[in-house]
């Protein structure tokens, strides 16, 4: 009688890991800003929410557009959010206006030369 579990056993495990990593279409997704830095410095990018402590998304290399995700976590329900650029070797941060999100969006920002 055991002899049979097994297989039937194995084989629901098998079929939930498939469906598991197989999302459907309406799974949300999450957001994406493409980052245009036309300063000469270079720049870790950071998403502010509401007044919660930054989250950092990446590195734009100076002179250069670069596409950061926003994971689905950060774009749900965010509403209203702000990009901040910090030069990685000292000088003036820079921020975005407040700009509003939602999964699936694709967001841009220009950080300016400076």
């Known amino acids: ?5 097994l297989p039937a056993l194995l084989l629901s495990v098998m079929t ?3 469906c598991a990593s197989n999302p ?16 000469s410095l270079t720049m870790d990018v950071y998403l502010r929410r509401r007044d919660q402590p930054p989250t950092r998304l990446g590195f734009a290399p100076a002179n250069e557009t670069t596409r950061f995700a926003i994971s ?26 407040l700009l509003s999100v939602a999964p ?9 030369a400076q």
Do not use: K, Q, Y
């Not at 459907?24 to 980052?35: H, L, N, R, W």
């Not at 965010?78 to 820079?94: D, H, N, Q, Y």
């Open 1 to 5: 009688m055991h002899v049979f579990r």
């Open 16 to 18: 939930a890991a498939a």
């Open 24 to 39: 459907s279409p309406d799974t949300p997704t999450g957001a994406t800003v493409i980052v245009d830095n036309r300063s």
């Open 72 to 97: 689905p976590a950060l774009s749900a329900g965010a509403g209203l959010v702000r990009f901040e650029a910090r030069p990685s070797l000292g000088g003036e941060p820079t921020s975005s206006d």
């Open 104 to 112: 699936g969006d694709e967001l841009s920002w220009v950080i300016p």
